[in-house]
């Protein structure tokens, strides 16, 4: 029997990695390529002591922690300090790939047809899933042995062998229990896109939690329930605490048990959670391109809309606490202080900087907005209404339109979240709804230029539109490191987010708003004339 | 008028030419056959009418408008079903056809009830749990409930049971009797041979014959069965002597061969010299004339 139910399990492993054989080292290397190369600039950071500890107290703050994570330690090292700064972040990364890796071998291949066809060859019920797991298990288990030895390698103080192994464990971890989760939604879910959003819907929500947790009091026990929370309790360099590897990896396997005996008991394409029935007759709003395109889009915009919201209501709920942090610390004063700033000018600096990675995240679906077209395209469902009285323009337009909408959408969500959990968290209204609309709308345009570029990379070919996510990538990569770097003023003016002014730490600037606008409204165009020109697939 | 003209129309994808010159002439009210194998260009040529695809060089018209500029205008009086039918997973059925409908612009027939009725299709379901001939119904309802001048069919009925292709077959006899005109591309020569008034036959992006099917039978062979009272034996001798007389054999004392249809007059004076008792001579099926273009 058993043999019956893993039947070529091993051929379809090799065959796993025959598919992957660019996807997946590329996704490798560029996890451990960034969680490494982090590591060389942070002895830039504080080059004395004193430097040192005065980083250490600004770790501690508030808004630090909602970031990113707790302050642990007796005293500070580059290892904590690295810890703190990156662990959160890379783990998110690692998380994404395995919801990428396990999604598209499993719930992918069913919706398209592939595993009809695989299991009604000698293959057993179990292999696919199993040979899944194993590409998936070793896959974490390369970042965590490789990032373990690179961080050790580059003989940074305070970043130990015992250390780097704890937190290159807590990484593979993390990612052990994504690949877990996105098995486990792959077989409750019936479409890919449902099994995604859940997954995806989950890490944001484990990062809420975690944010959250980590504020300190009762609620800690949030980032405990959260694989994220969990992972940064490891302590890396510190306490070395190995019970939280393992407490991840079980949670893994169970996980993996439960999709196991749901895929073994559910009909093969099917999901367990039931379709629902459809209307007979099309609502009066399906009645052309942009009506479907938004009836597409809706759940998708609505998620990021809610995860928008609650990213910005955490941030806003911190302000309280770095009040007090700034009132309470008095090396921060001294330091703030030598500079000219006080404990306001600090927190317009934060805001600024809270809400631009607020935006970064809003970039995501004004460009999936844009993008959408991309996988209409391929599965042939654009020639389909290409083929009726609807033109090649309206196509584009309407879906930069929609990618417009959203775009204001997503920022005034994020202002308003941002301000009520503010308001609410310090008692009264201390910085006010126009800071926090200006500041939004301030960052607009280069929502808008992302949105521009993906319609111009999608006219000229539509395999040039990862390059968006490149830039998106390398944008979050200079607001997060950039001020803390000596990184030139070309490669920050890179990101469209750094050419605007730093609004409400600095007064808002007219000119860069309206450049980045043009070259939104370029771009766009850019997109549709040669969308105009070109084949489609 | 003519409603669909190209001349010498051509496709290149990179190094592979598609299409290899292609003139097709449709005239208003016929149903015109397109037939030929997989690859043969057949998808390549309809997808160019549609504006899809950009031809490389000819040129391409419907209602003497350019395929590719005016492919908006045009696309209002089309009904088109797509050989392979890609649907919305999140859409139901009925929604995906009023969707169809309403985006080609023209207006419903209010044939709508009567056709999901005929093609028994249940529109309450998610398109992505539709089988292959199901979500083949929904592009035909949309495409049949619709008043469009032409109708481009693209190996419309592959996926659909028998009784389904007979509803298909008298859906395309009424829009051609209200005088709309019809593309239909096929490799179902019966389909074909049933419904057309006029067929080109396609391989390897080119045209390699045309006309009515009337027309192409008289370029070619019947089949020939003969029993005669003189010895079959020497009839045998006789016809192979004969010119237009191919593949003739005896089996169990009939006669059987191919005949160039320029022969027969020759070929029956013959016969009726050696004592014909029995004779039927069938003209080829489409199908026959198929493998004989596909054999060269």
């Known amino acids: 029997m058993a043999s019956q139910t893993l039947a070529k399990c091993g051929q379809t492993l090799r065959f796993i990695l025959r598919l992957d054989r660019v996807w997946l080292p590329v996704w490798l290397v560029g996890c451990l390529v960034l969680a490494l190369a982090t590591l060389q600039l942070f002895p830039g950071f504080a080059q004395t002591e004193e430097e040192l500890t005065v980083f250490g107290e600004m770790l501690k703050n508030p808004a630090v922690v909602a970031m990113c994570g707790p302050a642990y330690g007796d005293g500070i090292t580059f290892g904590i300090m690295y810890t703190q700064m990156m662990l959160v972040w890379t783990a998110c990364l690692v998380g994404i790939m395995n919801v990428l890796l396990v999604l598209r071998h499993s719930r992918r291949d069913e919706e398209e047809g592939r595993t009809e066809l695989i299991r009604s060859l000698p293959v057993g019920k179990a292999s696919s899933l199993t040979a899944l797991l194993v590409v998936a298990t070793a896959s974490n288990l390369v970042i965590a042995l490789v990032t373990a030895a690179g961080l050790t390698a580059q003989g940074v103080e305070g970043v130990d062998l015992a250390g780097s192994l704890v937190y290159g464990a807590a990484l593979g971890g993390v990612g052990l229990v994504f690949a877990g989760l996105a098995m486990l939604f792959a077989q409750l879910a019936s479409t890919t896109r449902g099994a995604m959003a859940f997954s995806l819907g989950a890490l944001l929500v484990f990062y809420l939690m975690r944010a959250a947790g980590d504020m300190g009091g009762d609620a800690e026990v949030l980032s405990y329930l959260s694989p994220l929370g969990l992972a940064l309790r490891s302590f890396p360099y510190f306490d070395n605490n190995w019970l939280v590897v393992l407490a991840l990896v079980a949670v893994a396997a169970a996980l993996v048990v439960l999709s196991y005996v749901l895929s073994v008991r559910r009909d093969q394409g099917a999901g367990v959670l039931p379709q629902r029935r459809g209307r007979s007759r099309a609502g009066r709003l399906l009645n052309g391109q942009v009506g479907l395109y938004a009836r597409q889009l809706r759940w998708v915009v609505l998620a990021w809309a809610t995860g928008v919201l609650f990213c910005g209501a955490g941030y806003g709920s911190v302000f309280n606490d770095m009040e007090s942090f700034y009132n309470s610390n008095p090396m921060i004063q001294a330091l703030m202080g030598a500079t000219g700033t006080d404990s306001y000018s600090m927190m317009m600096s934060v805001i600024s900087t809270l809400m631009t990675i607020v935006a970064c995240i809003a970039v995501v679906p004004v460009v999936t907005c844009v993008l959408h077209l991309r996988a209409e395209e391929g599965k042939g469902r654009l020639e389909l209404v290409l083929s009726r009285k609807q033109s090649r323009v309206a196509a584009l337009v309407g879906s930069i339109g929609i990618a417009l909408f959203v775009a204001v959408l997503m920022q005034l969500v994020a202002a308003v979240g941002t301000w009520a959990a503010a308001t609410l968290a310090m008692g009264y209204d201390a910085i006010g709804i126009d800071v926090f609309l200006i500041t939004c709308i301030n960052h607009l345009p280069a929502l808008l230029l992302f949105a521009g570029l993906a319609a111009a990379l999608y006219g000229i070919a539509p395999r040039l539109t990862p390059l968006v996510w490149v830039l998106l990538v390398y944008s979050f990569m200079m607001i997060y490191l950039g001020g803390f770097l000596d990184v030139p003023q070309w490669a920050m003016d890179l990101a469209p987010f750094s050419l605007l002014a730093r609004y409400p730490a600095e007064e808002f600037e007219l000119v860069p708003f309206v450049g980045l606008l043009l070259g939104f409204v370029v771009l766009s165009a850019v997109g549709v004339v040669c969308f105009r020109r070109r084949d489609l697939r | ?296």
Not at chain 2, 169 to 181: E, I, L, R, Y
Not at chain 2, 243 to 261: E, T
Not at chain 2, 276 to 291: A, G, N, R
């Open chain 2, 1 to 296: 008028m003519s409603v669909i003209t190209t001349k010498g129309l051509t496709k290149r994808f990179g190094k592979v030419e598609a299409l290899r010159g292609i003139d097709l002439t449709v005239e208003q009210g016929e149903v015109y056959g397109f037939i030929g194998p997989n690859g043969a260009g057949k998808s390549t040529t309809i997808r160019v009418l549609l504006g899809i695809l950009r031809a490389s060089g000819g040129t391409a018209h419907v209602f003497g408008r350019d395929c590719w500029h005016d492919a908006v205008g045009i696309h209002e009086r089309i009904a088109y079903v797509p050989g392979e039918m890609n649907v919305w997973q999140n859409l139901s059925g009925g929604e995906m056809i009023d969707l169809l409908v309403r985006m080609r612009g023209g207006s419903d027939r209010g044939y709508h009830d009567e056709l999901v009725e005929r093609f028994d299709f249940d529109p309450t379901k998610k398109c992505g749990s539709y089988s292959k001939g199901n979500k083949q119904k929904i592009a035909l309802i949309a495409a049949f409930s619709s008043d469009a001048d032409l109708f481009v069919l693209d190996e419309p009925t592959s996926g659909l049971d028998p009784l389904m292709e007979l509803v298909f077959k008298d859906c395309v006899q009424k829009v051609k009797a209200a005088g709309k005109t019809v593309f239909l591309s096929s490799h179902i020569l019966s389909e074909v041979e049933q419904l057309c008034t006029r067929i080109s036959v396609i391989k390897e992006g080119c045209i390699v014959d045309s006309g009515t099917l009337q027309e192409m039978r008289h370029l070619t062979r019947n089949s020939v069965t003969v029993t005669t009272r003189t010895d079959p034996a020497t009839v045998l001798d006789g016809l192979q002597a004969l010119v237009g007389v191919h593949a003739a054999k005896v089996l169990n004392g009939q006669i059987f061969f191919h005949m160039d249809n320029n022969a027969t007059a020759s070929v029956m004076g013959y016969l009726t010299s050696q004592g014909v008792e029995y004779l039927t001579s069938t003209p080829p099926t489409l199908e026959e004339l198929f493998i004989q273009h596909y054999n060269q």
